[in-house]
């Protein structure tokens, strides 16, 4: 995998991009922003969560929730889950 993969401990596995040695955690993040940016929340969640940004990860849950009309009370945790990370809580 270019990225790395989740283990299922919760550890990341290195991917290609490692052999760089950059900070691979900002560029998954980016990466992963930008999916979501794109309305693909599903691989978004995974990318965070890969990303070990776990308050994203459950954002990206929520959002996707939403998306699909599956439970419109999630439309209000959402908001205030977007105000408390923009802290305008």
Same mark, same amino acid.
């Given at each position: 995998? %270019? %990225?790395? &993969? ?55 849950? %929520?959002?996707?929730l939403?998306f ?10 959402? @908001? @205030?889950?977007?105000?408390? %990370? &923009?802290? &305008?809580?």
């Amino acid at each position: 995998m %270019l %990225l790395g &993969s989740l283990q299922m401990d919760g550890t990341r596995r290195p991917g290609a991009i490692d052999k760089f040695h950059l900070d691979t955690k900002d560029i998954v993040e980016v990466v992963a922003e930008d999916t979501e940016t794109k309305g693909h929340f599903e691989d978004a969640v995974k990318l965070y969560d890969l990303a070990q940004v776990r308050t994203f990860v459950i954002y990206c849950h %929520l959002k996707y929730l939403i998306f699909f009309n599956v439970n419109l009370e999630c439309a209000r945790v959402c @908001s @205030s889950v977007e105000n408390f %990370l &923009s802290g &305008s809580d």
